[in-house]
């Protein structure tokens, strides 16, 4: 595990490599001359990412890589493909400015002015920016992609990819040994055996899966779970099956007590935003896990992307995967079956933000920020700075994804459709494929879930009692109504119902509001210490 990606390139700048995440393999001689800290070892680098920097995809890690060449005036950024930290970069004619703290790449001048306004709405709908920032002229570095940085310019190119369709004419039991070894060899590469692990265990079929493949591994094995008794939330008794089922033990985070004190909505202490509401439930699991000395916790992370899919399926696709009677079992089933799709032709969240967002932002409302292709969907979900932000709220605690490797997403891209939704007796069962791969590891009542926690009812019980709280953040001086982006006054008016329609939209303006909050107090702060 290596720390903090940062520094600068310009034609006087020194010598060096600066690594941060985690290696777990690759080339002997690349990796020998990577860990080498003296000029002989940085000439060879040099001279192998000459000939080729394809070589750097060879690596198998989630990091971040800065190389500075003084000689040749050369530098050169690479983030590998599941790498879930952002490399933020800013460009002028001073040179190039990097690192994973975005505070180390702002201008030294108000916060709040460096704000990219444009930004802010996809920031509020929860849309992924991939390159870009909330910052003006601040970027990101997208995963698989490295920056060159060569007489005074830069140009980026991109090294590594998904490829698409490489697993073919598979049967299904095919795909699960594949996707059974892909993960075992996932799990052995990245663990230690020896040291235990937590879990976020909802009770459903991804968090499950992860809990019952650690534990057939070996793994010293601890749930944690989200509960939330008494609402349409509680999926308590499932998270309890699995645990008992796996004989492993059982801790509840309790989210009522985040209602009844109204602490849900943290007060922001980071430059980066977060804009969804599970941020005090991670630091409550968090604090459980370092209370009994787990170093890393696993969730079911990227598991709808993997084994999930509402894909239309064509005749001949059934029948290619199917034996002749299956197919039109199949068939006939999915006749009475009626897909239920999302209204996503302005934007699949339209309906949550509709009654709080002014006239002009629903105006500017647009898809191009929604991936409509699985593969670019994969790449993005490693922008969404989760790990960052939680890790450097606690340190020491470690996300493992067991999901989040690359031979598992171009799985995923070769999985035909027919495999992951399956029509039986009037409704659709998702993940299909991943509950036959499961089905001797975990209870019944976890297989024949066909639902996903309804965490959007937390939500809902949470703005309706603590109405108060949310009108107060998103108020008439609130930053996102100065921005034309929130209407306070339909907030205020909104009934009950209305509230509950639109509540995991309020939780993402709130936190996009303290996070705004949070840089006028730095600006706030600065302004006092500059007049001392």
């Not at 990577?34 to 002989?40: P, T, V």
């Not at 039991?173 to 663990?191: C, P, Q, V, Y």
């Not at 004190?261 to 005090?280: C, D, M, T």
């Not at 989760?386 to 450097?392: F, G, K, N, P, Y």
Request: with cysteine; charged share 25%.
């Amino acid at each position: 595990m290596f720390k903090r990606c940062s520094g600068e390139f310009y034609s006087d700048a020194s010598t060096y490599i600066n690594i941060e995440g985690e290696i777990w393999g690759g080339p002997s001689k690349l990796l020998r001359i990577m860990s080498g800290k003296n000029r002989d070892s940085n000439q060879a680098f040099y001279k192998l990412i000459q000939e080729d920097y394809s070589i750097l995809k060879e690596i198998d890690g989630a990091f971040l890589l800065a190389f500075y060449d003084h000689e040749h005036k050369k530098g050169l950024l690479y983030k590998s493909l599941v790498c879930q930290k952002s490399l933020f970069y800013r460009y002028d004619t001073n040179g190039l400015f990097f690192s994973s703290d975005i505070g180390e790449v702002l201008r030294d001048k108000p916060l709040l002015s460096q704000v990219n306004k444009n930004n802010l709405l996809p920031l509020v709908l929860g849309d992924i920016l991939n390159k870009d920032t909330y910052f003006n002229d601040v970027y990101r570095l997208t995963a698989g992609n490295v920056l060159i940085f060569e007489e005074g310019k830069i140009r980026i190119e991109c090294l590594d990819y998904l490829e698409q369709g490489i697993y073919k004419e598979k049967s299904m039991e095919d795909f699960i040994n594949l996707a059974s070894e892909i993960m075992r060899t996932t799990i052995r590469k990245r663990l230690d055996l020896q040291d235990p692990i937590g879990v976020i265990l909802s009770g459903g079929m991804d968090s499950s899966s992860v809990a019952a493949f650690l534990k057939k591994e070996g793994h010293q094995v601890e749930a944690f779970h989200w509960s939330f008794s008494g609402t349409p939330a509680d999926e308590s008794r499932y998270a309890k099956d699995v645990a008992n089922f796996l004989s492993i033990p059982f801790t509840e985070i309790d989210g009522i007590e985040l209602i009844n004190k109204a602490s849900y909505l943290p007060k922001w202490n980071q430059l980066i935003p977060y804009n969804h509401g599970y941020y005090e439930l991670y630091q409550k699991t968090i604090t459980e896990c370092k209370k009994r000395g787990l170093k890393a916790i696993a969730t079911g992370n990227l598991g709808d992307n993997i084994f999930g899919g509402n894909d239309s399926v064509s005749i001949k696709t059934i029948f290619k995967n199917f034996p002749f009677q299956q197919a039109l079992r199949y068939i006939y089933e999915a006749w009475g079956t009626p897909k239920i799709k999302e209204d996503s032709e302005i934007h699949p969240r339209y309906k949550w933000y509709a009654p709080i967002l002014t006239e002009k932002a629903l105006d500017n409302i647009n898809t191009q920020n929604i991936l409509q292709d699985q593969a670019s969907q994969f790449v993005a979900l490693s922008d969404i700075d989760r790990d960052m932000i939680l890790s450097e709220s606690e340190g020491d605690i470690r996300f493992f994804d067991l999901f989040s490797s690359k031979e598992l997403m171009e799985w995923s891209l070769s999985l035909p459709s027919v495999y992951k939704d399956l029509p039986t007796g009037g409704q659709w069962v998702d993940k299909f494929i991943q509950r036959a791969m499961f089905i001797d590891v975990l209870p019944p009542s976890c297989i024949a879930r066909n639902h996903k926690q309804v965490m959007t009812a937390f939500h809902e019980i949470y703005v309706i009692r603590n109405r108060d709280q949310v009108t107060s953040i998103l108020n008439e001086q609130a930053y996102l109504t100065q921005f034309n982006i929130i209407d306070p006054i339909k907030i205020k008016s909104m009934e009950n119902n209305q509230l509950a329609l639109s509540a995991s939209a309020l939780i993402a303006c709130c936190m996009v509001e303290l996070w705004l909050k949070k840089l006028e107090r730095e600006d706030l702060k600065n302004v006092t210490l500059s007049s001392k």
